[in-house]
């Protein structure tokens, strides 16, 4: 029997948004889909629900793909393809297998030549990159810095110093509910020649997104509490 797809299929980062910014391709996948992986079962069915599709939610298959996934249950959770059936990963919130688990998926299908499909769609990380006006001929993505204070401060120090020996610029993020925590630490111990990117709220109405010195910064107050947020730096001033 022929093999099914695994599509990854790109989810809004703001609510809202999903007429503006989600494409004909994906909802077309969408629609002739029956079998999904996603980290929050009741965020994807949310989801497909706003893109007004003529789905029936209940008709759909629907299994957890999160951080605590195993390579080991792949087998299982992907089983459909082997049957002939496509299966879509919905992130969160963005691109699939971009800080995000669906890459465990990804690698199983990769060994079992299963045919992977990514789909376009919006990015935080990109997007913030391109709004920074930094290099984008290289640069590096690091996810999410650590929680323990020292150990987060030892980290944009080191960022700092990649940024200035590579010439590379450095994105990060953070859990949103510590956004203002890591600007504090951001503004502390960056030199204040750094320049720093933040890009908040990306597609939303109230999007975000300004490039300052970290000198400049200090003398700004700006709340990021519980709200999605990118940053960038760069030293090549």
């Known amino acids: 029997m022929k093999k099914g797809k ?10 809202g948004t999903c007429q503006e910014i989600i494409s004909p ?27 007004k599709l003529g789905l029936t939610i209940e008709e759909l298959q629907f299994e957890v793909l999160d ?14 393809i082997f049957d002939g059936q496509d299966i879509g990963i919905i992130s969160e919130a963005g691109c699939p297998g971009i800080a995000d688990p669906g890459a465990v998926a990804v690698a199983f299908a990769h060994q079992n030549n299963i045919q992977v499909v990514p789909l ?26 650590p929680i323990d204070k020292k150990a987060r401060i030892q980290a944009i120090k080191t960022l700092e ?14 859990t949103p ?22 890009a908040k ?9 300004q490039t300052k010195t970290v000198a400049e910064w200090r003398k700004i107050k700006i709340d990021l509490h519980k709200i999605p947020t990118v940053f960038v730096l760069d030293t090549n001033y």
Do not use: W
Not at 123 to 145: I, K, R, V
Not at 184 to 197: A, F, G, I, Q, R
């Open 177 to 198: 509910f510590r956004n203002n925590h890591l600007l504090e630490d951001l503004k502390t111990h960056l030199h204040p020649n750094t320049k720093l990117c933040i």
């Open 67 to 80: 951080k605590k996934t195993k390579a080991t249950n792949m087998p299982q959770l992907l089983q459909p």
């Open 161 to 174: 110093s990649e940024s200035s020996q590579y010439r590379r610029t450095q994105l990060f993020m953070e």
């Open 25 to 51: 391709q994906v909802k077309e996948v969408i629609r002739h889909t029956a079998y999904f992986l996603a980290e929050n079962l009741r965020t994807a069915r949310r989801y497909i629900s706003s893109l």
């Open 120 to 145: 376009s769609g919006p990015s935080s990380m990109f997007m913030a990159l391109m709004g920074a006006g930094f290099n984008g001929q290289s640069f590096t993505f690091h996810g999410y810095l």
């Open 6 to 15: 695994l599509y990854l299929i790109p989810n809004v980062l703001a609510e």
């Open 201 to 209: 709220n990306l597609t939303a109405k109230d999007e975000f997104i």
